[in-house]
Nanobody
Framework: QVQLVESGGGLVQAGGSLRLSCKASVRTFNTYALGWFRQPPGKEREFIAA???????TYAESVKGRFTISRDNAKNTAYLQMNSLKPEDTAVYYC?????????????????WGQGTQVTVSS
């Protein structure tokens, strides 16, 4: 089993920045692809960003150019740097892990999920 714990959420003003962290309890962290998803109030969970076993990254159009996903294999941690935040970015953010997912945008490819962390952007 892979355990994931998110941190770094909070309340920020529009235009501000925030960095989320996802710590994984797995020995072979480098063999997993990591994804970030979010669920706004009253809406379904949606794909935000993903990074494969190497450094290849994928982003949703809504966050492209504003968000950056990265990973530090030595620390078993993935990050999501969020800049130029908008009120519509308000949501519970989740990190997830998968072994060689064919389609990284598909949440069904991920078997392991964190508990989520709240991000609120005020106007």
């Amino acid at each position: 089993q892979v355990q994931l714990v998110e941190s770094g959420g909070g309340l920020v003003q529009a235009g501000g920045s925030l960095r989320l962290s996802c710590k994984a309890s797995v020995r072979t962290f480098n063999t997993y692809a990591l994804g970030w998803f979010r669920q706004p109030p009253g809406k379904e969970r949606e794909f935000i960003a993903a990074i494969k076993n190497g450094v290849s990254t994928t982003y949703a159009e809504s966050v492209k150019g504003r968000f950056t996903i990265s990973r530090d294999n030595a620390k078993n941690t993935a990050y999501l740097q969020m800049n130029s935040l908008k009120p519509e970015d308000t949501a519970v953010y989740y990190c997830a892990a998968a072994r060689n997912p064919l389609f990284v945008r598909n949440q069904q490819m991920y078997n392991y999920w964190g508990q989520g962390t709240q991000v609120t952007v005020s106007s």
